[in-house]
């Protein structure tokens, strides 16, 4: 009867056990459906890549130094980043990454996390929307924002979307923000950041309609000028802006 009655205390404890560990599974799990769908349309147009060509690794916390290089290829960057001729003060740096850090010190993109280090730890959702504030042409050396609290003008800017868990960052998270910015218009430059990309040549029209949807038309004599259908931007209020000769 003791035996009995242990064996079912047993497995008692054993099936409470077992569904707390399922709860605890199911909590941690997310939906990377769209980030996954979105960081192939970055990948299409050049902004983006994985781990491999078939792995975009989206579930893993990116390092301080992935999401510097995430923000590079989006701002279309690589190229001139790993051009190389530039400097940083960081010793923590490995040396694949020295060409992307470096201009990204140049560029006032990152300053590290001191004087001679540029930080090895994970990527915060604050750095992540830090780095991409900067690079819209915010600053939190002017008082634009705080660089440990940049939510309020992220979210106002556009380059913070719901689905982006500011908490438990991840890579998926890194690919939302990455595509959000694309419609977020530069500071004082009345563009979105696709626009200066297309203007740029970073990717053609079709290719930005084919990847994303979205709508950038070319017009005009002698100059590049776009217009953009509102509903492709959020209601943003753009028609034609003109970009130069």
């Not at 902004?47 to 078939?54: E, H, I, P």
């Not at 530039?86 to 006032?108: I, K, L, S």
């Not at 440990?148 to 923000?177: C, W």
């Amino acid at each position: 009867m003791q035996k009995h009655l242990l064996r079912r205390i047993a497995a008692g404890f054993l099936a409470v056990l077992f569904a707390a560990l399922a709860l605890s599974v199911s909590a941690g799990a997310r939906d990377l459906s769209d980030a996954e769908a979105k960081a192939r349309a970055l990948k299409t147009l050049g902004l983006f890549r994985g781990v491999s060509d078939t792995d975009f690794d989206l579930d893993r916390a990116p390092t301080r130094t992935e999401a510097l290089v995430i923000l590079i290829r989006v701002l279309g960057k690589e190229k001139e980043a790993t051009a190389g001729g530039r400097t940083h003060p960081f010793t923590d740096v490995p040396a694949w990454a020295n060409d992307y850090v470096a201009y990204a010190y140049q560029t006032g993109l990152t300053k590290g996390v001191s004087a001679t280090e540029f930080g090895t730890g994970n990527a915060s959702g604050a750095m992540m929307l830090t780095f991409m504030l900067r690079a819209l042409g915010y600053s939190d050396a002017a008082g634009d924002f705080s660089w440990n609290d940049p939510f309020s003008l992220a979210k106002q800017a556009g380059i913070l979307p719901d689905g982006v868990d500011t908490a438990d960052f991840r890579r998926a998270d890194a690919v939302l923000v990455s595509f959000a910015a694309l419609k977020a218009t530069v500071k004082g430059a009345g563009i979105t950041l696709a626009q200066k990309l297309f203007a740029a040549g970073v990717f053609t029209a079709d290719a930005y309609a084919s990847a994303t949807g979205g709508k950038l038309t070319e017009t005009g004599g002698g100059k590049k000028v776009f217009v953009a259908d509102p509903a492709d931007y959020d209601g943003i209020g753009l028609d034609e802006v003109a970009i130069g000769d």
